[in-house]
């Protein structure tokens, strides 16, 4: 795949810190490449060009939904935990127990739109996802509420791979730029909003089965089930890449997705059992070790499946780089996530502020990123210097955490002086870091592979996502006091910032500069 200044450029126009970034990169490179190349002469669905941006807003309002259930939740983890009595060391499974399913079934939900229809699995995974969402709206207890929270991550899930390759197939590759930028702000706009309309949504005056909380889920489903109900009979059909294949079941790998969503969880359990058990204890011990075993247990089974059956197919990770930008990746959202829960719950729990203030405290951390992503879509030179970017981004990324951690009392003029420039600076830099690991991945393969090297990226964000909950969840028992002690969260922060620093060293000492230019079928070779 020709690697230049321009397509570093279209990649970077579509970063945004929303969940299928990556499938969005790999969309414009596969399309553009495949159409420089006359593969793919134009739209493969003729459609009218407002039935066209109709559905690309459908698809939009599917990717918000799914950014709300992640960014929503850093205000709603708290009441949530208050009103089913969860564990101050499981409070971060409010979280997790949605982005875990969700990471692990991406593969999946690709596999499943390439083998039969990328529009059932749009409909269908929308119209789950709102039913389950007003079922957990009425559930009294923790336990059914983490169950379906988990089923509701698979089911959000679904709506990533499949718009993807609608987008593709309805739009002519000229409008594929244009189409996928929209797409990819939406993802912006819902981290902004997110917060805010659950801090909105705690404003409402109820107890019981009318808790405020309980209304966000049913928000969702008002407005999914429609949606996905109408987009049955709206969304065109469109037959998977491989539909016409016999062995359907087979290639669908369930036995692998299953072995990386079981070790997945199981990680991310040992973590918050050992937080509230002790580390010690049989609850971290054992499943522990059985992740431990399950994950190699998932690369040796997809080593011994052919490629157009394996989930993960073995090959990829031979690709220059491509292994370094996928490691790399588990810091993706965790800078984020650290400090967003931490200080959301501190001012919420131990100052007593409103969720509506607090909402818009952590406001500069979402409208930050998405100017970064405006400012690159117009200069995203940048993006050809990974080193650059990746450095400068995560030196000031640890700088703002220093400030988190000297900022006093974290309130009135000391969020002004240290907090708001901070969360300011610091997120718009590692935008810059996330938007390089985008591009970087993306344009270390080929792009018949950019859609399973995209999925396999929004794995590892999400897991370091989890796995980042779970190791602050402990953290957070270190001394007495919980999160009202702020020692604790000073922990928390300053693992982040060792994360950070780590992970920035092992990137510039492992990352391979450019010899050559990967091209499909080439392996070893990044283009940059």
Not at 43 to 71: M, P, T, V
Not at 303 to 327: E, M, Q
Not at 373 to 387: D, F, K, Q, T
Request: a neutral charge; aromatic letters at 14%.
């Amino acid at each position: 795949m020709p690697v230049s200044t321009d397509t570093s450029t279209s990649a970077a126009v579509v970063q945004t810190d929303s969940a299928p970034n990556a499938l969005i990169e790999s969309g414009i490179t596969n399309a553009e490449d495949n159409f420089s190349h006359g593969v793919r002469a134009g739209a493969e669905i003729k459609l009218s060009q407002r039935k066209k941006w109709g559905l690309l807003a459908l698809f939009s309002l599917s990717l918000i939904i799914d950014q709300w259930c992640l960014a929503a939740f850093y205000i709603l983890t708290s009441p949530i935990s208050d009103s089913m009595s969860v564990p101050f060391a499981q409070q971060s499974w409010v979280i997790t127990s949605y982005t875990v399913t969700f990471a692990a079934t991406l593969l999946f939900w690709g596999r499943v739109s390439d083998l039969y229809s990328p529009a059932p699995v749009f409909s269908y995974g929308l119209v789950f996802l709102g039913a389950l969402n007003l079922i957990i709206s009425f559930l009294p207890e923790r336990y059914s509420f983490f169950i379906l929270r988990a089923f509701s991550g698979i089911a959000g899930s679904s709506s990533v791979p499949s718009s993807f390759r609608l987008i593709v197939a309805i739009f002519e590759p000229h409008e594929l730029h244009r189409a996928f930028t929209i797409y990819g702000v939406s993802g912006a706009l819902a981290n902004c909003t997110g917060n805010l309309i659950a801090g909105a949504i705690m404003l409402i005056p109820s107890e019981g089965q009318g808790e405020p909380w309980r209304w966000f889920f049913r928000l969702l489903a008002a407005i999914v089930l429609p949606v996905g109900a109408g987009s049955v009979f709206w969304i065109p059909k469109r037959s998977g890449e491989d539909a016409g294949v016999q062995d359907k079941r087979a290639r669908l790998d369930l036995f692998g997705c299953a072995l990386m969503m079981t070790a997945i969880i199981l990680l991310i359990l040992s973590l918050t059992l050992g937080a509230s058990n002790g580390w010690a204890s049989p609850g971290f011990i054992a499943p522990f070790i059985i992740s431990l075993i399950l994950f190699p247990s998932f690369f040796l089974w997809e080593s011994r499946l052919p490629t157009t059956h394996a989930l993960l197919p073995p090959s990829i990770w031979r690709y220059r780089n491509f292994a370094i930008w996928i490691v790399f990746g588990l810091l993706g959202y965790t800078w984020w996530s650290v400090n967003f829960l931490a200080f959301i719950e501190y001012w919420m729990d131990v100052v007593g502020e409103s969720p509506m203030i607090v909402s818009l405290r952590v406001l500069p951390q979402g409208v930050a990123p998405a100017a970064v992503a405006i400012v690159l879509s117009v200069w995203g030179g940048l993006m050809n210097w990974p080193r650059i970017a990746i450095s400068g981004g995560c030196v000031l990324g640890v700088a703002a955490y220093v400030m988190f951690i000297f900022s006093h009392s974290h309130v009135g003029e000391d969020f002004w002086r240290y907090l708001f420039p901070s969360m300011t600076f610091g997120s718009a830099a590692m935008m810059v870091v996330f938007t390089a690991t985008n591009v970087g991945t993306m344009v270390s393969v080929p792009s018949h592979v950019g859609g399973v090297a995209g999925a396999t990226l929004q794995v590892s964000y999400q897991l370091g996502a989890a796995v980042s909950f779970a190791v602050q969840a402990g953290l957070f028992t270190v001394n007495d006091g919980g999160i009202s002690n702020f020692d604790n969260i000073s922990a928390s922060l300053y693992f982040e910032m060792g994360f950070v620093a780590l992970w920035m060293i092992m990137f510039l000492v492992l990352y391979r500069s450019e010899n050559k230019v990967v091209k499909d079928g080439e392996t070893g070779e990044d283009g940059r």
